[in-house]
């Protein structure tokens, strides 16, 4: 089986050198402790006015990578997706280049993936072993969160984080939905929710970013608050693309688990 990783990079040199050291070393574990035969790297650099693309270009020729190099901005959303649509692997992980995430979660996120045969994400929750999170952006996912509950009544630790596995069967039903910002991850989860496809939350760790974060509060955060109600709104008036995605997925009506699992 093969797991491609994506990452997004916009203005990260600082972190670019500590952040693919750290997943050469976790990849021998993902090899050697999961199902997973081969990993497919693919960094998206999100037109970076610093060095970063040297740095990638650099790290590239010395070991297996794929660069990919827009000449345009295309947002966090949209170079992820950029990412996912060069990647082959069956399992599809993405995590950000600011050093904030710990490879090695992956190994514990495939293997949770590989033993729920019916479940199609796992999310690293950064939430519930709380770590070297700003207050201010603690407090704004909690309240994202606190929201999410009560629209679908159900369990949710962290819906916006970062860290993610998913199996590339699933792609086609969502990818095309979500957009092209920092409300990727957000949109993503209420998505999985309203499809009605079952999920996982992890506890991972989350460490101090290294660089200047790209989430400005006063931005951001009413941008965030609009993505719920504006998928809040279209998909509870637009039921034949819920209905649409869940056939695609072999979901049966009334059958399918919203709630993430444990």
Same mark, same amino acid.
């Given at each position: 089986m093969r797991l491609s990783v994506v990452i997004p990079c916009y203005d990260e040199e600082d972190a670019i050198d500590a952040v693919l050291g750290r997943f !050469?070393?976790?990849? !021998?574990? /993902? *090899?050697?402790?999961?199902? @997973?035969?081969? @990993?497919e790297l693919i960094v998206v650099?999100?037109?970076?006015?610093?060095?970063? *693309?040297q740095k990638l270009i650099d790290f590239s020729e010395e070991h297996s990578a794929r660069i990919i190099a827009s000449r345009k901005r295309l947002g966090y959303g949209g170079a992820l997706k950029r990412g996912f649509q060069e990647a082959t692997g069956e399992l599809i992980a993405f995590y950000d280049m600011d050093y904030t995430y710990d490879p090695f979660d992956l190994v514990q *996120? /495939?293997?949770?993936?590989?033993e729920n045969s019916e479940v199609g994400l796992i999310c690293g929750d950064r939430l519930s072993k709380i770590q070297s999170m700003p207050f201010t952006r603690e407090i704004g996912n909690r309240f994202f969160v606190s929201i999410i509950k009560s629209i679908f009544r159900v369990r949710v630790n962290d819906c916006c984080t970062g860290l993610r596995v998913f199996k590339r069967r699933f792609l086609s039903s969502f990818v095309d939905l979500l957009p092209n910002n920092l409300d990727f991850t957000l949109a993503m989860t209420f998505l999985f929710l309203r499809f009605k496809i079952p999920f996982i939350e992890v506890p991972v760790n989350y460490f101090e970013r290294i660089g200047h974060s790209k989430l400005y509060i006063f931005i951001d955060g009413p941008r965030f608050l609009f993505t719920i109600f504006r998928y809040w709104y279209q998909l509870n008036f637009k039921k034949e693309v819920v209905r649409s995605a869940q056939l695609s997925l072999g979901i049966k009506k009334g059958v399918a688990d919203s709630k993430p699992l444990s």
């Open positions: !050469k070393e976790a990849e !021998k574990r /993902i *090899l050697n402790e999961t199902s @997973v035969e081969q @990993v650099d999100d037109y970076s006015q610093d060095g970063s *693309l *996120l /495939i293997n949770r993936l590989e």
